[in-house]
């Protein structure tokens, strides 16, 4: 099993990215996908997740209504399209997948795989 996840950068406060995670070795419709984010000198949190059945998603109290995840399972993969973002954004964002769920949230202790992470900056 693989994750890349790309389509970081650096933005201005207010302006959006557009993360991707494609998976391989397994299939979106039978497990969950879940994105976090680790910035300097914190934890890694989950920030979204989308279900691997009916594509149901979780998103952080921080990010709910800026952040939306959505996937494609015959490309196999997964979207994160984050909005009105602001400096406390600033992370290293990681997709990852537990394989024994198809439900979320995707807590940190089950992830199996993920993805190596991509940086986002915004400056404001």
């Known amino acids: 099993v693989q994750l890349q996840a790309s389509g970081g950068g650096t933005v201005q406060a207010g302006g959006s990215l557009t993360l991707s995670c494609a998976a391989s070795g397994v299939s979106l419709r039978y497990v969950a996908i879940g994105w976090f984010r680790q910035a300097p000198g914190r934890e890694r949190e989950g920030v979204s997740c989308?279900?691997?059945?009916?594509?149901?998603?979780y998103y952080a109290d921080s990010v709910k209504g800026r952040f939306t995840i959505s996937k494609d399972n015959r490309k196999n993969t997964v979207d994160l399209q984050v909005n009105s973002m602001k400096p406390e954004d600033t992370a290293v964002y990681y997709c990852?997948?537990?394989?024994?769920?198809?439900?979320?949230?995707?807590?940190?202790?089950?992830?199996?795989?993920w993805g190596k992470g991509t940086q986002v900056t915004v400056s404001s």
């Open positions: 989308i279900s691997a059945s009916d594509g149901t998603t």
């Open positions: 990852a997948a537990d394989l024994d769920s198809m439900a979320c949230p995707i807590h940190f202790s089950g992830v199996d795989y």
